[in-house]
């Protein structure tokens, strides 16, 4: 890989209007002189720390070393909840392998997880059907808004990176830095966040998460800080 550019020397105008965004956005130490928060929540999956995930289902769980297998083909599924909770308003970048799994092969993120409500951004490496979806269960009934869906190749033992931004009903999901799906919610509500596999084998290589920042707009590239 090239080395990238080095930065340019900001001019007097450059400083200022970095100023008034950087007054636009609020005071929080936690926003980035570019605009995007810092993480307040990272996770290397070195190994798999009771304290901050909750396993259920009948997954199959173990540590690699430089990353967390799920190893269980499971009809139900098995997931991983965060401990702690999450702002409303958020960004996830969740880099994995798909290693498996049948029929659907579904990796993904959940959050506003609850007993009556749930989001679901994933992706599926199902034969025939292979897919970034957006879907939504409400009162124990799942939703898949055809709106909400993008076929995509997905490749068995490949690294993927899936960036999950939620502002509000709004989400946008990107797949290795590229836009994918965006979708508005019918519902929110407080509750956690679950990385999900459904019934899929995946290496979890490493999560990071943070506030979405108050500049924030669909379609936004990536960032490789």
């Not at 008034?20 to 005071?27: F, H, N, T, W, Y």
């Not at 997954?59 to 997931?79: D, M």
């Not at 308003?89 to 993904?108: H, I, M």
């Given at each position: 890989?090239?080395?990238?550019?080095r930065?340019?020397a900001?001019t007097?105008?450059?400083?200022?209007?970095?100023?008034?965004?950087?007054?636009?956005?609020?005071?929080?130490?936690s926003?980035?002189?570019?605009g995007?928060?810092?993480p307040?929540?990272?996770?290397?999956?070195?190994?798999?720390?009771?304290?901050?995930?909750?396993?259920?289902?009948?997954?199959?769980?173990?540590?690699?070393?430089?990353s967390?297998?799920q190893?269980?083909?499971i009809?139900?599924?098995a997931?991983?909840?965060?401990?702690?909770?999450?702002?409303?308003?958020?960004?996830?970048?969740?880099?994995?392998?798909?290693?498996?799994?049948?029929?659907y092969?579904?990796?993904?993120?959940?959050?506003?997880?609850s007993?009556?409500?749930?989001n679901?951004v994933?992706?599926s490496?199902a034969?025939?059907?292979?897919?970034?979806q957006?879907?939504?269960?409400?009162?124990?009934?799942?939703?898949y808004?055809?709106?909400?869906?993008?076929?995509?190749?997905?490749?068995l033992?490949?690294?993927?990176?899936?960036?999950?931004?939620?502002?509000?009903?709004?989400?946008?999901?990107?797949?290795?830095?590229?836009?994918?799906?965006?979708y508005k919610?019918?519902?929110?509500?407080?509750?956690a966040?679950?990385l999900?596999t459904?019934?899929?084998?995946?290496?979890?290589?490493?999560?990071?998460?943070?506030?979405?920042?108050a500049?924030?707009?669909?379609?936004?590239?990536?960032?490789r800080?």
């Amino acid at each position: 890989r090239g080395r990238p550019p080095r930065p340019h020397a900001a001019t007097r105008k450059e400083r200022e209007e970095t100023a008034a965004r950087v007054r636009e956005l609020g005071s929080s130490p936690s926003i980035a002189s570019t605009g995007r928060a810092k993480p307040i929540f990272e996770e290397p999956f070195d190994r798999l720390d009771d304290n901050r995930w909750k396993a259920s289902g009948d997954g199959s769980w173990k540590a690699l070393g430089n990353s967390v297998a799920q190893t269980a083909v499971i009809p139900g599924g098995a997931r991983l909840r965060l401990a702690s909770p999450v702002p409303p308003d958020f960004e996830a970048v969740l880099r994995f392998k798909l290693t498996g799994g049948n029929p659907y092969r579904s990796v993904g993120l959940a959050f506003d997880v609850s007993p009556s409500l749930e989001n679901l951004v994933y992706l599926s490496g199902a034969k025939g059907d292979p897919k970034l979806q957006v879907s939504y269960r409400k009162d124990a009934t799942n939703y898949y808004p055809a709106e909400a869906k993008q076929s995509r190749k997905i490749e068995l033992g490949v690294p993927i990176e899936l960036t999950v931004r939620v502002s509000g009903p709004n989400v946008e999901a990107l797949v290795d830095g590229q836009p994918g799906v965006a979708y508005k919610l019918p519902a929110r509500s407080a509750g956690a966040l679950e990385l999900v596999t459904f019934p899929a084998t995946v290496e979890f290589d490493h999560i990071e998460i943070r506030p979405m920042s108050a500049a924030y707009q669909p379609g936004d590239p990536v960032s490789r800080e």
